[in-house]
């Protein structure tokens, strides 16, 4: 557990611990959230690639990919096609 105290702006200083095993360094944003009356945070561009990877579940099959290495062989004939080489 590790305690944290806020300042008369209302802002709060995350440990070092803590931003260090979140990733977190001066800049990056965080988003605070609720749930059944208890509050935490997590890196906001983490929290934003686990929901489009979790946006993106099934939709390489659906699209008839048997596997990762024919889908990354397609984007590449889509990036010659869209650089024009």
């Given at each position: 557990?590790?305690?944290?105290?806020?300042?008369?702006?209302?802002?709060i200083t995350i440990p070092a611990a803590i931003?260090?095993?979140?990733?977190?360094?001066?800049?990056?944003?965080?988003?605070i959230l609720e749930e059944n009356g208890?509050?935490?945070f997590e890196n906001s561009a983490a929290l934003a690639f686990r929901r489009a990877e979790e946006a993106f579940i099934g939709e390489a099959e659906q699209a008839g990919f048997q596997?990762?290495?024919?889908?990354?062989?397609?984007?590449?004939e889509i990036r010659k096609e869209v650089r024009g080489y």
């Open positions: 557990m590790e305690l944290a105290r806020i300042s008369d702006k209302g802002q931003r260090d095993k979140m990733k977190l360094k001066a800049g990056d944003k965080i988003v208890r509050f935490y596997s990762e290495d024919e889908m990354q062989e397609y984007m590449k």
